[in-house]
């Protein structure tokens, strides 16, 4: 029988550089932990000492995907970039944490009907946290009005309700009981 070589797997050598430093608080060794964000480096004497230090460093401008070119923020006149959120893609200020404006990067500037169960509020397009689009007042818990069809500024002829709804290219009046609804126009060449 041979022996086995115990140099092979001696790995002192190949060690990152945070396993041979001590811990700056307490001067215990570092080992690797993971979390629910992910792996981290924490004191082995926790929780005596509760340093902890992430393996990825952040960097402020990470989740900006392109800059848009002559783009001016309406808050602040600083540029607009097409950044990545947790809920997708949308349009915001370069110059944040200082401003907040953000925009929804599927607006193609439609004006927004007025929200027929306030009358003050006006319907704007929102994302759900599982990425469907879905159409809610402004107004926001004051009025709980919510449509999951894109809403058009015109009233149903039948029972007056101040908007309709665009479902399949077919406009159809959101309201219980009502039945309206009309087939777009024919196009003929």
């Known amino acids: ?14 060690a990152p550089e ?29 929780p005596t000492c509760d340093y902890l230090r992430p393996l990825k460093v952040v960097e402020p401008d990470q989740d900006i995907e392109k800059v848009l070119e002559g783009s001016e923020c309406p808050q602040c006149q600083h540029p607009l970039a ?34 027929p169960m306030c009358n003050k509020g006006l319907l704007v397009a929102r994302t ?4 469907k689009r879905f159409y809610a007042c402004n107004h926001y818990p004051q009025c709980r009005f919510i449509s999951n069809d894109k809403p058009v500024a015109q009233a149903c002829p039948d029972c007056g309700f101040t908007i309709l709804v665009e479902r399949k290219g077919q406009l159809h009046c959101p309201k219980k009981g009502c039945g309206y609804h009309q087939a777009p126009p024919v196009e003929t060449l």
């Open 18 to 46: 945070w396993e041979q430093s001590p811990c700056p608080q307490c001067g215990a060794a570092l080992e690797l932990r993971h979390g629910k964000h992910g792996a981290f480096l924490g004191c082995v004497s926790y």
């Open 128 to 131: 759900s946290r599982y990425g």
């Open 1 to 14: 029988m041979s022996k086995i070589d115990s140099s092979l797997f001696s790995t002192k050598e190949m």
């Open 82 to 115: 097409l950044k990545k959120g947790r809920f997708g893609l949308f349009i915001g200020c370069t110059h944040y944490p200082e401003c907040h404006h953000i925009a929804d990067i599927n607006d193609q500037g439609d004006a927004e009907p007025s929200c």
